[in-house]
């Protein structure tokens, strides 16, 4: 039995000996309280969020958040980050292209569009607290999730670095000391087979501990003909475990531990090729045989059927801690520690042209690793809140990211590190000069040294030797930077159910260095040629580009009516964004992209949230996002061409319907029924010249957004089942049937371009096919 295999398979054993234990064990165990929406609720049940560090109900925060509760998280299916798409108003979340691993999470037209470990995401994700450092390798399963909260805004003063955009909180669930768990099963097509497990045990002296685990399989949804190297791709095949203990060290002193692991080893999603045109490369004359052999494979369509003849894979493995502290100085202060620390391993081989002609080819092999540690202390006297603390974060990465273009002609040698040492302090103070007027203030100061090592060369197509070190072995560069980001809010209770604010907010996103960059020698190059080749590869590593900052007004309103059947919460905002890093592919050399400090920005919008309950046991729930994204600044080569510059990821209009609803309640169960209907606008996924049109003029020499526009398209997944199923001694069941993208919608959601150099060639991911399948869950 293979390792992954049997670390899954232990917990699966100690939960199935649980639940076949006597019944008189399970008679002492008391049951989690049923959701709210399970019980036929008449009533919108208050949540409680933590996005400003302390407790406080959601209506009462003056920030534009949003969240789901558990009972929310499993009627809709979410698992991970990936799942969250649409959750909030202006939320979206992709994955990046070529894997299902790497996010792009994007919150009001703000976003970083590549996975390198060299960049950093523009919203903060954290996981009990833990700041989860890449975008790469961030789409992992978290086991036990109970609560997912989405803050929308900079973010910079509590939650400090990479928060420019936004926020997202993953909570998972604390052991409860009592008993109880759950067991749950999953079938659907493409033969799917997923089970999950939750058990809390006992409470053992000062200890409360519970552990859970999940794993899925399922078949690709695209075979592959018998001689390409891979049987599928999209398939799954993932497994996590997770332990979560808390410890009563004192009566004023709590201790949390959390422990994940997560196992991802599958085909990645397929690169379908979905344009060539006969120029750069590709033109007639130019001495290959590419054009003929890669262009019949072209297809706009989604396939479900490939030929390739790369390997082709994806492969993650984390470990991650968390150790906080909680201790009660008072009754009015809290000292809080939260340490964590995340290992990585990733790993990713891809045809990049998918066809079986050797055209391009790659792999990233990255290990990753983070430490972090957060001091705070919460407190409230009479008037005044208050939150203060001190912050450090620590990584160190590297990846080996060989090459091969044109069947071994083009062979590339790249590989980089980095290495981020940040420190930060901050406080928020929040003032209530009467019963409905609170004032706050908050600043942070961050300091982080940034490090780049870089080697990247030509080698021999035939031996694999190094011909040409473009960048030799040892090619170092860090620079430090820092930023003061304060924030302020004025917030007015009119009643218990109406709240208005206003809030400033500052963000910022560090600063770095290109770690991809390259540019290929063309062979007919003199010596002096080479060398001044060689130093712009030196230049352009060791070059920094600025830190990326963002001011923020925003003007919200939330209420709650109809004695809380009802709520309505409004938010308009104006962010100003100065020296944005414009991810840019270059589709030359060995895939090159790289950052440029590109100009300003300014996103202006409207963000609404709604839920009403009808009637008893029935919710309609739907946000609403209007995005007005502009260039005020965009430098391409000494000029501003400000508007003819694409804002990636930033649709005008997006929106999400839920409607949860108990259709009948009986003895013997309640039949309830989930629709869940999100549609996004159409958007541009690269920020290329808006002008050009791809179908009328195919040849441009400069990469054109349309030609990788993400059209307007829109989900539907269902959910029918029976909840509430008695069982002996206390327990329950339920089973439901269920389906994802009901329509079908076979819709393109995201793009390489490698530009007119290498004949426009442009591969696409497509919205995954219709799936279904039925569900079991026993709780007891």
Not at 427 to 440: K, N, V
Request: proline share 6%.
């Amino acid at each position: 039995m293979q390792p992954s295999k049997m670390f899954l398979m232990q917990p699966l054993a100690v939960a199935a000996a649980l639940m076949l234990s006597p019944l008189s064990q399970a008679q002492e165990a008391t049951s989690a309280p049923t959701p709210a929406s399970q019980k036929g609720a008449s009533k919108i049940e208050d949540m409680v969020v933590t996005a400003q560090r302390r407790e406080e109900r959601l209506q009462d925060v003056p920030v534009a958040v949003s969240a789901l509760s558990t009972d929310q998280i499993e009627s809709r299916g979410i698992t991970n980050l990936g799942d969250l798409n649409a959750l909030a108003p202006g939320l979206q979340i992709s994955n990046m292209p070529t894997n299902t691993t790497s996010s792009q999470v994007t919150v009001r037209g703000v976003s970083q569009i590549n996975p390198a470990i060299t960049w950093d995401p523009a919203v903060g994700i954290y996981v009990d607290g833990v700041y989860i450092g890449k975008a790469q390798g961030s789409i992992f399963d978290v086991v036990d999730l109970d609560r997912v909260e989405v803050l929308r805004g900079p973010q910079g003063t509590l939650y400090g670095r990479n928060t420019l955009a936004g926020a997202i909180n993953l909570v998972t669930r604390a052991p409860t000391g009592t008993f109880g768990g759950s067991a749950a099963f999953d079938v659907g097509n493409y033969n799917l087979r997923r089970q999950r497990v939750s058990v809390d045990l006992p409470q053992w002296g000062i200890a409360r501990i519970s552990i859970a685990a999940r794993s899925e399989q399922r078949d690709g949804w695209i075979d592959t003909t018998p001689d390409s190297p891979v049987p599928e791709f999209n398939n799954r095949n993932n497994s996590a475990f997770r332990i979560a203990a808390d410890f009563d060290l004192a009566p004023d002193l709590v201790a949390e531990y959390r422990f994940d692991r997560s196992n991802v080893n599958q085909t990645n999603n397929y690169s379908q090729l979905v344009r060539l045109d006969p120029v750069g490369a590709m033109a007639p004359g130019a001495g290959n045989p590419f054009w003929d052999s890669v262009s019949p494979f072209v297809d706009r369509e989604r396939q479900d059927h490939a030929q390739v003849d790369a390997p082709s894979g994806e492969h993650l493995s984390i470990n991650g801690h968390a150790l906080t502290f909680n201790y009660d100085m008072d009754s009015n202060t809290t000292v809080k520690s939260i340490s964590g620390y995340r290992q990585m391993k990733w790993n990713d081989s891809l045809d990049l042209d998918g066809s079986p002609t050797p055209l391009a080819w790659t792999q990233r092999l990255t290990d990753y690793e983070q430490f972090s540690q957060d001091l705070q202390v919460l407190g409230n006297y009479d008037q005044w809140n208050y939150v203060a603390g001190i912050y450090y974060f620590a990584d160190n990465g590297n990846t080996n990211n060989p090459q091969q273009f044109f069947a071994g002609a083009a062979n590339f040698d790249s590989r980089y590190g980095t290495k981020t040492g940040a420190w930060a302090g901050y406080g928020q103070l929040d003032f209530r000069p009467i019963e409905r007027l609170t004032l706050s203030a908050g600043v942070r100061y961050t300091r982080e040294k940034k490090q780049l090592d870089r080697a990247f060369g030509v080698l021999d197509p035939a031996s694999g030797a190094l011909l040409l070190p473009l960048i030799p072995e040892g090619t170092h560069a860090e620079e430090t930077f820092s930023a003061t980001t304060p924030m302020g809010a004025i917030a007015w209770k009119f009643s218990d159910n109406i709240n208005a604010y206003f809030r400033y907010a500052e963000g910022f996103k560090s600063g770095g260095f290109n770690g991809e960059f390259s540019q290929a020698p063309t062979g007919t190059e003199t010596p002096q040629e080479i060398a001044d080749l060689i130093q712009l590869h030196n230049d352009e590593t060791v070059r920094p580009y600025r830190p990326e900052k963002q001011r923020s007004y925003e003007l919200g309103l939330k209420t709650a009516f109809a004695d809380n059947r009802a709520q309505f919460n409004l938010a308009l905002f104006q962010n100003k964004l100065k020296d944005f890093q414009a991810s840019i592919f270059l589709g030359q050399g060995a895939a090159a992209t790289m950052v440029r400090n590109a100009g300003r920005t300014t996103m202006r919008g409207v963000e609404v949230e709604f839920a009403v309950v009808p009637f008893s046991g029935t919710r309609l729930s739907a946000n609403y996002a209007y995005l007005d994204a502009k260039y005020d600044e965009f430098m391409d080569g000494g000029v501003n061409v400000a508007d003819d510059r694409a804002i990636p990821h930033a649709p005008e209009h997006s929106f999400n319907i839920v409607l949860d609803s108990e259709l009948l309640r009986r003895d013997w169960g309640t039949v309830r029924a989930v629709a869940d209907y999100a549609w996004t606008d159409r958007f541009y996924t690269f920020a290329y010249q808006i002008s050009g049109d791809c179908s009328a003029d195919p040849t441009p020499r400069s990469q054109v957004a349309g030609c990788t526009q993400v059209p307007a398209h829109g989900l539907l997944n269902l959910r029918l089942g029976v909840t509430d199923i008695p069982l002996s001694r206390g327990s329950t069941a339920e089973i439901a049937l269920w389906a994802r993208n009901v329509l079908d919608d076979d819709s393109p959601v995201n793009f390489i371009d490698f530009g007119y150099g290498f004949g426009n060639l442009t591969v696409a991911n497509f919205e995954e096919p219709r799936t279904f399948g039925i569900s079991g869950i026993v709780r007891w």
